[in-house]
Nanobody
């Protein structure tokens, strides 16, 4: 069974930085796209950033220039470095990954979410 485990959320002041990390574990043949999404209270889940296995990235307009997504294909990890955080970045952040399991089945999995709170 393929699983995601996230870490790195917490409370930070406006203008501060945080780094989120996520590792994919289980019987995996290949991990394709990985990404981070977030959901603020009362709002729908939205894309933050994604990265392909080849390193191509995509960002939400609201985080461009402030957030950086990266991955380590050898370790099946993806990270989100967040700078210049704003109160409106407060949300539960979810890691997502898709690929092919060791059984040959295609998978898409979500992490349990990690809370990021930006407040003074």
């Amino acid at each position: 069974q393929v699983q995601l485990v996230e870490s790195g959320g917490g409370l930070v002041q406006p203008g501060g930085s945080l780094r989120l990390s996520c590792v994919v574990s289980g019987s995996i043949f290949r991990v394709n796209d990985m990404g981070w999404y977030r959901q603020a209270p009362g709002k729908e889940r939205e894309l933050v950033a994604t990265i392909t296995s080849g390193g191509s990235t995509k960002y939400a307009e609201s985080v461009k220039g402030r957030f950086t997504i990266s991955r380590d294909n050898a370790k099946n990890t993806v990270s989100l470095q967040m700078y210049s955080l704003k109160p409106e970045d407060t949300a539960n952040y979810y890691c997502n990954a898709g690929g092919v399991a060791g059984t040959g089945r295609v998978f898409e999995v979500w992490g349990q979410g990690t809370l990021v709170t930006v407040s003074s």
